[in-house]
């Protein structure tokens, strides 16, 4: 879905109780989502992605199929490339521990 399509939906489709739940994110996908509150708090150690990255791994639905009562039916995925939510702070990188060890040898 292009973004203007998902413009028209957000404006055509999508209930205000949609909407209002959602808030900004709902023009996001998961994989736009930034940095964890943690890492942007300079908390590295407390981040969710650090601490379960296995629960991290799993690959979220792009949307939901509901009823009119708004009761799940089924996820719906984009086929292709998994889209999920990862904490892209640089702290996560394999070689941040080394970088942090030089800071503070010097």
């Known amino acids: 879905m292009t973004p203007d399509e998902g ?12 909407l209002a739940s959602f808030g900004p994110t709902l023009a996001l996908c998961a994989c736009q989502y930034g940095p964890s509150g943690h890492c942007d708090a ?7 992605y650090r ?19 708004g009761n799940v039916l089924a996820e719906v995925h ?7 939510w990862r904490c892209p702070c640089r702290c996560h990188r394999p070689d941040a521990a080394a970088e942090r060890g030089l800071l503070f040898d010097i």
Do not use: F, I, K, M
């Open 78 to 84: 984009r086929a292709g490339r998994p889209c999920r």
């Open 42 to 48: 300079d908390r590295h150690d407390q981040c969710g």
């Open 51 to 69: 601490r379960h990255p296995e629960w991290y791994e799993r690959r979220d639905p792009d949307t939901y199929l509901t009823d009119r009562a």
């Open 7 to 18: 413009a028209w939906v957000r404006a055509h489709a999508l209930t205000h109780r949609v």
